[in-house]
Structures are given as structure tokens and as C-alpha cells.
């Protein structure tokens, strides 16, 4: 009786989503559809939702909000499902909101320098639509051929050329959230910066979706610059390179972008899609690109080859063309999926350390990987210490799993040791919850949940991410939930 009382209850549920959706086009429910939602990038841990819904505009995201706030059903916003961490699996057997459907770019806005984006508007597409017109979108993620933007709010995803022009939450001007209970906000509204009170916008870009869904974007749209030039630098020796990377940085010189990538991450871009005769036998590469006012962008070029040439570089060389540098960036894109072609399996991290303790961290990230016998690949955004230790393995092996998984919490213990953090750009999501207590204490912790509390106090939007279970009990610091309390009504 109770198994029947309970089918009949989500048939009840089904149907009530289907006609707020626009009917039964518009909603996944069956297994054999849900197992495409059963995970995001972070494949290790998989749950199947509820069910899946494809609402078309602000209103129907609300609608759907406000059913599930007030049946308690758990829910969650999906977009392309590229995050790394698990950020969009569904623990709780939520009801996933797929975003896919609200793609449109609704405004671009020259004079002022702004664009208007849905949440799923492919990243990549914003560039290429105003690109004609000299424009661009800074954040560039390696996955921004699909990525949606608004996934890369939630995560405050970040990209090769974050080093000179900032993380997501940098080049977001407004944003349009659905609350956890239904309720529609704009925050940001008109582009204006900086406005008085709260920094809201701060707060919800990066919170991965624990906060609210976002509905509507404006994002800041830059100039192309006058010129631009990249320069690929072979080195014997990891440790040359790691002191190149630091070099350039104390030169004065800031570059648009400032990778790296070891001999492991050479070997799988080598052998995946875009190739471009790298040698088999050198420990790291860097890529550098600086850009900007033509004038001045040789003479950081020659003071980047002089860099380069003092700390024993092999070969060193500047793009010919665009061409040439376009089959570079080609080639370091594809670096987390190239992985597929020198291993089964891998898991990608996601640390940040100061610049200066690079050699000490991937030297001891070296140790991590002979202690657990697996091969680790390093690629990532040297200039401003954002490590992507990538740990290769074999899920078919017994144990493997849990090794790859130990190890790849052992990198970002290494990170936090030397006064970095857990993430820059992928987010916390299910795969670092136990790690945040690496840097956070409990009760810093528990301002974190209190803060989100105000939000969403049932707790039914993407439930169990981001935050551990506090170890032990604390005393918040006095007066803390009651300042929060007393805001909410400032806050929303």
C-alpha cells in the first residue's frame, strides 16, 4: 500500500510539473531518460532525479520553484553539465531544472560595453557573436565550446587568460535569480557598479547553486586588443620552468595567460585531437600570451624570451601567425579530456598556491603520485598558481577509485599547507566537502550555512553540496545568527 500510495504521489508530481512546463514534451521521467542526468563531469558518484523539467523562460523556472518549495520536493538547476566537482548530481533525487532551453542573447549593448545572456547561452557563442563588431567575453574556460554561462556563474569559472582579466564574478554586471521560493529578484540592475549595501552579486556568483537559479544575465564585454602575441617555451626541467613562470611575473610583466604543462600532459595532448609535434622528451612547456596596445608588445616578448633563455630553456619560439597560435591554444584546450587517450580514467583537481611555491608543490605532488603508484598529469594556469594535478587511473581495478580519490585530496591538502586553497575555478560541489576543512574551521563554517540559511531555509535547493557535516560542536560568534536574521529582509 505504501509503495502504491507513493507512485501515485510522484504521478501527482509528474503531471503537476508537465502542465507548468508546457506538458509532457517538456519533462523527463522515466529511468531510461533520467541516466543522462545522473552525473556531471565528476563521474565518480551518480543518483538519478526525479525527474528533469525544460522550462522556456524566467516565469516557468518560478513556477516550478514555488511547486517544489511548497510540496518539499528537492530541486536543482542544470546546465551543460561540464562542472567538475558534482555540482548538479542529484543526491536527493531532485527535480533537475535544465536550463538548456533558455539560450537566447537578448541584448548586446556596445556603448555601454555590456551583453544580456539567458543561462544557457553557450559561453564560446558570446564571443562569437559580437567578435565582427571588436568585441569579446573575457572568461574563457577550457570547456567554453559547451559550457553554458550560467553554469559558469555558479561556479565562478575562470579560464587560460583569468591571470590578467579575472575570474567569472569579474565581468558580472547584473543578475536576474528565482529564490528558493519561488520568489523572481534582479540584482545589478541597469549594469550599475558597485551599487550601495551588499555585495550580492559577489555572494551569488560562485555559490553553486545552493543560493537561488539565475535566470538572466549582464555580463561586461571587452575591446579586442590591438595586438597580441604567444610564445611556446620547452624546458628539461621542471623547476626551470616553474622559475620562469615566477621571472616574468616579477619583470613587471602581467601576461594575458601563463600555462604550464608536464611531460604527462604533453603525452595525452599529444595523442589526442589537436597534436602540434611537441617534444616527447621534455618535462614542462609553457604558454604565454601577452596583448594589448601594439606598442610595448615586442618588448615584452623579447624580455619574456630573455626569461626564458636564463632559465635553460630548450627551444623557445613566437607564433607565426594566427594560425600557429590558434593550433597551441587548440592543443592546451583539449588538455582534461586528452586524458582519455593515455588513461581510462582520471580525476582533475583544482588547487591554488602562491606563484613562488610552485616548485615545492609539484615536487611534492610527485610524491603523492609515487605513494599511491598512480600517474599524476599537471596542466594549468601557472601565472596565477591555479594547479589542475589531473590523477589518472583505472576504475576497473579494485581499490583504484579510493586511491585516485586519496591522492587527489592529498594535492589539495599540499595546496592548503602552503597557504592556497581548495579551488579556483571548478568549485566544491560534492568532490571537497570534507576538504574545506582544510581552510575553514567550523565556525567558519557554520557562517557560511547560516548565511545560506537566509536563503534558502528549507534547504531543498541543491541540497548536501558545497558544506561538510561540522566535526564538532562550536559556538558561533556571538550575535552572528542574529545579525544575519535581522538583514534578510535587507538582503532580499
Not at 190 to 205: C, V
Not at 227 to 232: D, E, H, M, S
Not at 301 to 314: A, E, G, W
Amino acid at each position: 500500500m505504501a509503495v502504491a500510495k507513493e507512485a501515485k504521489t510522484k504521478d501527482k508530481h509528474i503531471k503537476n510539473l508537465a502542465n507548468i512546463v508546457g506538458g509532457a514534451q517538456s519533462i523527463l521521467y522515466k529511468k531510461e531518460d533520467l541516466l543522462a542526468y545522473d552525473c556531471d563531469g565528476f563521474t565518480i558518484h551518480r543518483h538519478l532525479p526525479k525527474a528533469v523539467v525544460f522550462p522556456k523562460n524566467t516565469q516557468e523556472v518560478a513556477n516550478v520553484v514555488k511547486y517544489c518549495h511548497e510540496n518539499n520536493l528537492p530541486f536543482l538547476a542544470r546546465g551543460a553539465g561540464t562542472g567538475l566537482s558534482g555540482g548538479a548530481i542529484p543526491l536527493n533525487g531532485e527535480v533537475i531544472i535544465s536550463l538548456v532551453r533558455m539560450k537566447r542573447l537578448l541584448s548586446v549593448d556596445l556603448e555601454n560595453r555590456r551583453a544580456v545572456v539567458e543561462p544557457g547561452f553557450v559561453n564560446i557563442k558570446l564571443t562569437n557573436s559580437i567578435s565582427d563588431k571588436g568585441y569579446y567575453y573575457a572568461p574563457d574556460p577550457s570547456s567554453q565550446y559547451c559550457c553554458t554561462i550560467g553554469g559558469n556563474v555558479a561556479e565562478n569559472a575562470g579560464g587560460a587568460h583569468c591571470l590578467k582579466y579575472g575570474v567569472t564574478t569579474n565581468h558580472i554586471l547584473g543578475l536576474e535569480v528565482v529564490l528558493p521560493n519561488g520568489e523572481i529578484i534582479e540584482i545589478g540592475k541597469n549594469g550599475i557598479l558597485d551599487p550601495p549595501g551588499y555585495d550580492l552579486l559577489g555572494l551569488l556568483t560562485g555559490s553553486e547553486g545552493t543560493l537561488g537559479i539565475v535566470t538572466k544575465i549582464t555580463v561586461r564585454i571587452l575591446k579586442n586588443p590591438e595586438a597580441k602575441q604567444t610564445v611556446l617555451a620547452y624546458f628539461d626541467k621542471v623547476l626551470d620552468a616553474s622559475q620562469a613562470v615566477s621571472d616574468i611575473i616579477s619583470a613587471g610583466i602581467v601576461p594575458a595567460a601563463l600555462e604550464m604543462m608536464d611531460k604527462i600532459a604533453i603525452e595525452g595532448v599529444e595523442a589526442a585531437a589537436f597534436p602540434v609535434g611537441h617534444p616527447k622528451d621534455i618535462e614542462a612547456l609553457l604558454l604565454i600570451e601577452v596583448d594589448g596596445i601594439s606598442a610595448g608588445i615586442d618588448e615584452q616578448i623579447h624580455q619574456i624570451l630573455q626569461v626564458c633563455k636564463s632559465r635553460n630553456v630548450r627551444e623557445v619560439k613566437v607564433a607565426q601567425d594566427e594560425q600557429e597560435r590558434a593550433r597551441w591554444w587548440a592543443n592546451r584546450k583539449t588538455g582534461f579530456g586528452a586524458m582519455g587517450a593515455i588513461s581510462p580514467d582520471y580525476l582533475v583537481q583544482d588547487g591554488v598556491i602562491p606563484r613562488s611555491k610552485l616548485p615545492e608543490v609539484l615536487s611534492r605532488i610527485n610524491q603523492i603520485s609515487e605513494k599511491y603508484g598512480l600517474r599524476i598529469a599537471n596542466i594549468f594556469h601557472a601565472g596565477d598558481g591555479n594547479l589542475h594535478p589531473l590523477v589518472l587511473f583505472d576504475a576497473r581495478k579494485p581499490g583504484e577509485t579510493e586511491k585516485a580519490l586519496e591522492a587527489g585530496s592529498a594535492c589539495l591538502q599540499v595546496c592548503a599547507d602552503v597557504g592556497g586553497s581548495i579551488t579556483g575555478e571548478h568549485g566544491v560541489g560534492i568532490e571537497k566537502r570534507e576538504e574545506m576543512l582544510f581552510i575553514f574551521n567550523d565556525e567558519e563554517i557554520i557562517a557560511q550555512t547560516d548565511i545560506r540559511d537566509v536563503f534558502n531555509p528549507k534547504n531543498l535547493l541543491n541540497a548536501g553540496k558545497l558544506f561538510p557535516t561540522p566535526g564538532r560542536c562550536v559556538e558561533v560568534k556571538k550575535g552572528m545568527k542574529e545579525v544575519i536574521t535581522s538583514s534578510k529582509h535587507k538582503i532580499l
